[in-house]
């Protein structure tokens, strides 16, 4: 159980009036405190986060901007949200920052409306190749209601390229089909995004360019990864994954006239009141992030991924473009074992403790509910204080979850090992 005393003191107050709700409660704690959480797009925030996110900000509507509300009382609301875009703009070092998109997807979607006419052509990576489904999936209004248009990784397995974005074919994508937008930030993928490149290709056929930078906005806020700006014209995160916030969206730019647009597009265009609970969590969230204990762990997340890479490698594993840069990897499962899906690795590691999900390779020729692979982070265990030494042990745990055939006593056997490692980080 985590060691936690106000979340006891919640889960008391709760199970006192609703023993049912605070049963599910406990359970999920439990599980979150006895497993290794390895989902790339995963965190666990600090205790004050996580009850920030739970305050008394959540009573009131604050529909408009600071200044701008369309309700009484908001005074706080606009003290708060000025707040959390100042140490927005700090950790991004930009001028604009939007904090009210409730997640990653609904940022996106609000940028297509402030950017875009319905038909327009963007550019975003082949989403099989490690895009997010907001960046033009046929089922999302993305790739409904627009005309998304693809690059690819490089493909030719000789190159020292391989499995890496194909810059040369991104160029030559968009001077066929002249996006008015350009997609860069991904979900799966482990490389640097070199976004003075992509400018180069959005200036030479006049288009904006956008990063996503859902999955990296911890590494950007703290050097790791290079950051967006001057390059991008338009930013959009997520704030709970490497930024380790609470779960929500963020538009960033430093154009006022973008800014002003994606504005009116989120309010009214979109969304009604914003989450003035998860606006505040922001705001502490950021305050985190500001402080050199955050660039710290943002160092051992990388180190982390690195050296889990490298036990996977070891354990001949193969890791797609040859490792990793940031906080995840991809594995290539039938390096290890032919036979051996993505699904059914989910499934046993998930009962051994360990909780993964299964992703699509670079030209995977599984489908996508099966796949050939697995998708792999390091913030989360990060967080709790995993450092390099304990990936090899998390290694050694995957590789005899994934040898066990689905063997339920093998499985059981690495689930103990799972306890007992959980046991020596406690979540606070
Ligand atoms: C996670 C992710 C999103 C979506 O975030 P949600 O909060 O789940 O809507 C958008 N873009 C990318 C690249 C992501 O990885």
Same mark, same amino acid.
């Given at each position: 159980?985590?060691?936690?005393?106000?979340?006891?003191?919640?889960?008391?107050?709760?199970?006192?009036?609703?023993?049912?709700?605070?049963?599910? +409660? !406990?359970?999920?704690?439990?599980?979150?405190?006895? #497993?290794?959480?390895?989902?790339? =797009?995963?965190?666990?925030? =600090?205790?004050?986060?996580?009850?920030?996110?739970?305050?008394?900000?959540?009573?009131?509507? $604050?529909?408009?901007?600071?200044?701008?509300?369309?309700?009484?009382?908001?005074?706080?609301?606009?003290?708060?949200?000025?707040?959390?875009?100042?140490?927005?703009? @700090?950790?991004?070092?930009?001028?604009?920052?939007?904090?009210?998109?409730?997640?990653?997807?609904? $940022?996106?979607?609000?940028?297509?409306?402030?950017?875009?006419?319905?038909?327009?052509?963007?550019?975003?990576?082949? %989403?099989?190749?490690?895009?997010?489904?907001?960046?033009?999936?046929?089922? &999302?209004?993305?790739?409904?209601?627009? &005309?998304?248009?693809?690059?690819?990784?490089?493909?030719?397995?000789? =190159?020292?390229?391989?499995?890496?974005?194909?810059?040369?074919?991104?160029?030559?994508?968009?001077?066929?089909?002249?996006?008015?937008?350009?997609?860069?930030?991904?979900? !799966?993928?482990?490389?640097?995004?070199?976004?003075?490149?992509?400018?180069?290709?959005?200036?030479?056929?006049?288009?904006?360019?956008?990063?996503?930078?859902?999955?990296?906005?911890?590494?950007?806020?703290?050097?790791?990864?290079?950051?967006?700006?001057?390059?991008?014209?338009?930013?959009?995160?997520?704030?709970?994954?490497?930024?380790?916030?609470?779960?929500?969206?963020?538009? *960033?730019?430093?154009?006022?006239?973008?800014?002003?647009?994606?504005?009116?597009?989120?309010?009214?265009?979109?969304?009604?009141?914003?989450?003035?609970?998860?606006?505040?969590?922001?705001?502490?969230?950021?305050?985190?992030?500001?402080?050199?204990?955050?660039?710290?762990?943002?160092?051992?997340?990388?180190?982390?991924?690195?050296? %889990?890479?490298?036990?996977? #490698?070891?354990?001949?594993?193969?890791?797609?473009?040859?490792?990793?840069?940031?906080?995840?990897?991809?594995?290539?499962?039938?390096?290890?074992?032919?036979?051996?899906?993505?699904?059914? $690795?989910?499934?046993? +590691?998930?009962?051994?403790?360990?909780?993964?999900?299964?992703?699509?390779?670079?030209?995977?020729?599984?489908?996508?509910?099966?796949? =050939?692979?697995?998708? +792999?982070? #390091?913030?989360?265990?990060? #967080?709790?204080?995993?450092?390099?030494?304990?990936?090899?042990?998390?290694?050694? *745990?995957? @590789?005899?979850?994934?040898?066990?055939?689905?063997?339920?006593?093998?499985?059981?056997?690495?689930?103990?090992?799972?306890?007992?490692?959980?046991?020596?980080?406690?979540?606070?």
């Amino acid at each position: 159980m985590a060691n936690d005393a106000i979340a006891d003191s919640v889960y008391d107050l709760i199970a006192g009036q609703d023993p049912d709700a605070a049963a599910i +409660l !406990a359970a999920e704690r439990e599980r979150q405190a006895t #497993t290794l959480e390895l989902i790339a =797009s995963e965190n666990h925030v =600090s205790p004050a986060v996580m009850h920030a996110a739970g305050t008394c900000f959540t009573n009131k509507y $604050a529909e408009g901007y600071p200044g701008r509300r369309y309700y009484g009382g908001c005074v706080h609301h606009d003290e708060i949200e000025l707040l959390a875009q100042q140490r927005a703009c @700090d950790l991004f070092k930009c001028q604009f920052a939007n904090v009210q998109p409730h997640s990653g997807a609904q $940022a996106n979607a609000a940028l297509f409306l402030a950017l875009l006419e319905p038909g327009d052509t963007f550019a975003s990576l082949v %989403l099989a190749d490690g895009g997010h489904l907001s960046h033009g999936l046929k089922v &999302n209004l993305s790739g409904k209601w627009f &005309n998304p248009v693809h690059y690819p990784l490089v493909r030719d397995e000789s =190159s020292p390229k391989f499995e890496t974005i194909d810059y040369d074919e991104a160029e030559r994508v968009c001077v066929e089909h002249k996006p008015k937008l350009i997609m860069c930030g991904y979900s !799966a993928y482990p490389r640097v995004i070199d976004f003075a490149r992509m400018r180069a290709i959005a200036d030479k056929v006049g288009a904006l360019l956008h990063a996503d930078i859902a999955h990296i906005a911890g590494l950007v806020a703290s050097g790791m990864h290079p950051s967006p700006f001057p390059h991008c014209h338009v930013v959009t995160t997520t704030t709970h994954k490497t930024l380790r916030g609470p779960r929500g969206g963020m538009f *960033l730019t430093n154009d006022g006239e973008l800014a002003k647009k994606y504005d009116r597009a989120l309010f009214p265009g979109m969304q009604g009141g914003p989450l003035m609970h998860i606006v505040f969590a922001k705001a502490v969230a950021f305050g985190e992030a500001l402080k050199p204990e955050f660039k710290a762990y943002q160092e051992r997340v990388v180190a982390n991924a690195r050296a %889990l890479a490298e036990a996977m #490698t070891k354990r001949s594993y193969r890791i797609t473009s040859g490792g990793t840069d940031n906080h995840l990897m991809l594995v290539d499962l039938r390096a290890r074992d032919a036979e051996l899906t993505g699904a059914d $690795a989910e499934q046993w +590691l998930e009962r051994a403790g360990i909780i993964t999900n299964k992703n699509g390779i670079p030209n995977d020729p599984r489908p996508p509910r099966v796949t =050939s692979g697995l998708r +792999l982070g #390091t913030p989360a265990l990060t #967080t709790r204080g995993f450092g390099t030494k304990e990936m090899d042990e998390v290694a050694g *745990l995957i @590789d005899r979850a994934l040898g066990s055939g689905g063997d339920d006593g093998v499985l059981a056997g690495v689930r103990a090992d799972v306890r007992a490692l959980c046991e020596r980080f406690p979540l606070s």
